[in-house]
């Protein structure tokens, strides 16, 4: 219903997993590399546990998609499979038929026929949903269906993906082997209130928005609250938040319309590890007091607006003299009084407050030279290279990265985030909508570079020299000191390298 108001492609905020919509904050875009990586190279059985409507579904599916085509996925979702039954699932998979209905015959033809696989150059992971629900002893067929092996590699990777009770069953004495057997787990745990944030901008974007924030920081919050950080919950709250702010007929989501939508849910409470009844008895309490005070402040405060906050607009620029100083040339550092501040019409500038009086502005410290330029045909070139095809933000990056590289002096340096040859733009718009939530969307560039296959080269940054980049790398977002390098790059290697 509010999709035309909110200028929206499709509904953002649907519960059921589209891999358009997968975000990979809060540890989960490190997860679902990890699980290729094990998938890869051998590793067994892998865990993902986490909590109901964390996400575990949505992972799975993205990582269907970003498996390599050699490897062949068989997907369980129907964890009541029987011992034997599992056997046929995996067989009906593969296109292979048993000879014999015997379990012990069917393990020796599915492992002759799994080496077979192997040695076209084929791999068979079997990704296993809702896997805290299986029966103990289709578990204990799991775990001999591990031990399919050829003389040095497995022959059957298994991803199990289920709720904190896969891990309470796995503890018990009777699954201890199969738990030895697991070489890697990884947990999905909920949102911050920040990642909520910068979750609900992302899911905005992909739906096609491209306004401001929609969600103000006092509706985060109560989302947040109120979700737990579980993204399943995170959606049903947002999506009523939509709803309630398009009934009232205003642009911006804010607590009273969080609210309506927290009302208007029936979430079960999360599961709290209360040890001691006195904690349980003195948590009540505590929550007693806390409605007491909210419901003193809610008597005494005005009722919130439906308006967002916005910051108080910055005064305008005092009129310009009538013999304005000239302009620097293009390559000129800029000057700070020249620095657009928040709030100035488009296109003023501050000017000094006495004029030089020479016309002629003096030369620039350390001017560009012309053989570090790029000619307007190489330009053009790079531009040809790679289309965003209706990546809006794709776009504009593209843009700001041909601009600075034809005006970046060549001892100039800049930070290389990573190289890759996924090219999609969907995804390349993904990373860049993450970097618009974190508000370091104009300090990225993406060069694409030629030769065989398209690449692109993920920049971050226009930094004077190699100790500038250097520094301005301990102050890059904690995703990125986590998940990139971060290596200086010279301008005239970017150059050299086009």
Not at 406 to 427: I, S
Request: charged fraction near 25%; glycine fraction near 6%; charge should be positive.
């Amino acid at each position: 219903m509010y999709l035309e108001h909110f200028g929206l492609d499709e509904p953002p905020f649907r519960i059921t997993p589209h891999t358009d919509f997968f975000f990979d904050g809060a540890d989960r875009g490190a997860t679902l590399e990890a699980l290729v990586y094990s998938i890869l190279h051998d590793e067994g059985i892998v865990k993902v546990s986490g909590e109901v409507g964390s996400g575990k579904t949505m992972l799975c599916r993205v990582l269907m998609e970003r498996l390599p085509e050699n490897v062949d996925t068989i997907y369980l979702s129907t964890p009541s499979l029987g011992r034997d039954e599992i056997l046929y699932a995996i067989a009906d998979e593969l296109r292979f038929r048993f000879s014999q209905g015997r379990v012990s015959v069917a393990l020796r033809e599915l492992q002759e026929h799994l080496i077979g696989l192997y040695a076209a150059g084929r791999r068979v992971v079997i990704l296993i949903d809702e896997a805290h629900a299986m029966p103990e002893e289709t578990l204990e067929q799991v775990r001999l269906l591990s031990n399919l092996e050829s003389s040095r590699h497995k022959l059957l990777q298994i991803v199990l993906f289920g709720q904190p009770e896969l891990d309470e069953a796995l503890s018990r004495p009777s699954l201890r082997q199969l738990k030895d057997r697991i070489t890697q787990s990884f947990r999905m745990r909920p949102l911050t209130d920040d990642e909520v944030a910068r979750y609900l901008a992302f899911r905005m974007r992909a739906a096609g928005y491209r306004g401001p924030d929609v969600f103000t920081r006092q509706a985060v919050s109560l989302i947040a609250r109120a979700s737990g950080g579980l993204t399943r919950r995170i959606n049903i709250l947002a999506d009523k938040s939509l709803l309630s702010a398009f009934t009232l007929d205003t642009h911006a989501v804010t607590q009273r319309h969080a609210r309506a939508a927290i009302a208007d849910s029936d979430f079960a409470p999360l599961k709290r590890p209360w040890r001691r009844p006195a904690a349980y008895a003195a948590a009540i309490l505590m929550a007693g007091i806390a409605l007491g005070v909210t419901a003193h402040w809610l008597i005494s405060s005005s009722p919130p607006t439906a308006a967002p906050s916005r910051q108080a607009p910055v005064p305008a620029a005092p009129p310009v003299p009538a013999k304005p100083a000239p302009r620097p040339e293009p390559d000129a550092a800029p000057r700070p009084e020249a620095t657009q501040k928040p709030g100035l019409a488009p296109g003023a500038e501050r000017v000094p407050a006495t004029p030089p009086a020479v016309a002629p502005p003096p030369p620039p410290a350390s001017p560009v030279p012309d053989a570090a330029r790029l000619s307007q045909a190489q330009l053009q070139r790079i531009q040809a290279r790679y289309a965003a095809r209706g990546q809006p933000m794709l776009d504009e990056r593209l843009a700001a990265t041909r601009a600075l590289l034809a005006r970046a002096p060549d001892d100039g340096y800049t930070l290389e985030m990573y190289v890759t040859e996924n090219t999609d733009q969907a995804r390349v718009e993904r990373f860049l909508v993450r970097a618009h939530g974190m508000a370091v969307l104009s300090q990225v560039y993406v060069v694409p570079l030629g030769g065989a296959a398209t690449r692109l080269w993920v920049l971050f940054g226009d930094f004077a020299d190699r100790q500038e980049a250097l520094a301005a790398r301990k102050g890059l977002p904690a995703e990125y000191q986590r998940e990139f390098k971060s290596v200086p790059r010279s301008f005239a290697e970017i150059r050299h390298a086009l």
